[in-house]
């Protein structure tokens, strides 16, 4: 029989009794989750669910009132956002105001600089910024935005702004990527390439998304958990949770559509 050591060792990110209380009310109950490594992983079920809240949670934006996180085998339960992105647990960057003026590939290299900032900020030639340079471009190109490097942020296409947002997580590097609607308010013609794009950058990684669009979650992911009301409804393949009565009945509940 195997180990439950061995089994916690194939995931990257597991949480035990997640629960997040806002006064009385339980947002997100006694939530188990375990996100295996390697593998694209959804957080999904009807509005109101506690898909943010437990969003939340898992990046250290909101700290839990019971439960554990644990990351690649550490407590990271009582660490802050910052000090878990440094081991490589992170959330896809909003773009946010105070970048817009910047271009595309200053953007990116502003996340680079803020990776490597240590050992960069001592270096004064031109010359030794030109690896940061490169590197900002190569990742531009993996995300399509080659051609809008020197575009400012604000002048992209949404689309494009949610790719750029990619690319700045990317420069982190990151070991576990945390995608929050990573679709939500695009047109039919961006969900494509976003979702390619995303399919992409988990090569090598492990990736969470919270996503409404289920027809996105049913190309893109490997597994998907299903809260309602807070709690775990259930977890599996798309195929599994789409066919499970519960969910069809909670989605029914809602808005939503499965
Ligand atoms: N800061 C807060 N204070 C009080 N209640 C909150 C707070 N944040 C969320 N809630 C409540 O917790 C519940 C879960 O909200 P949450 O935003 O996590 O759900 P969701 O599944 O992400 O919903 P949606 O799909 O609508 O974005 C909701 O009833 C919400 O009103």
Not at 131 to 155: K, M, Y
């Amino acid at each position: 029989m195997t180990s439950t050591s061995d089994d916690l060792a194939d995931y990257a990110l597991t949480a035990r009794g997640l629960t997040k209380q806002f006064g009385g009310f339980a947002a997100v109950n006694n939530v188990d989750l375990s996100i295996r490594r390697g593998s694209i992983h959804a957080l999904i079920g009807p509005n109101g669910a506690g898909k943010t809240t437990c969003f939340n949670l898992l990046t250290k934006t909101l700290a839990p009132t019971r439960g554990t996180i644990i990351f690649e085998g550490r407590n990271i339960t009582n660490l802050r956002a910052a000090d878990v992105a440094r081991l490589g647990l992170v959330r896809s960057f909003q773009i946010s105001a105070t970048f817009a003026h910047l271009t595309a590939l200053e953007n990116v290299r502003v996340a680079l600089q803020s990776q490597y900032g240590k050992s960069f900020q001592f270096w004064r030639s031109l010359d030794a910024v030109a690896p940061l340079n490169r590197r900002a471009e190569e990742l531009l190109e993996r995300v399509g935005l080659a051609n809008a490097r020197h575009l400012a942020a604000s002048d992209l296409s949404y689309g494009k702004k949610r790719a750029l947002e990619i690319a700045t997580t990317l420069a982190l590097e990151p070991q576990v990527m945390l995608l929050d609607e990573p679709t939500a308010g695009m047109g039919h013609e961006d969900i494509e390439p976003i979702t390619d794009l995303i399919r992409e950058a988990a090569q090598g990684r492990t990736i969470l998304i919270v996503e409404h669009n289920l027809s996105v979650v049913s190309t893109l992911c490997d597994r998907i958990t299903v809260l309602q009301h807070g709690e775990l409804l259930t977890e599996g393949t798309y195929r599994e949770v789409s066919s499970n009565p519960d969910v069809i009945s909670a989605y029914m509940g809602g808005v939503d559509e499965l």
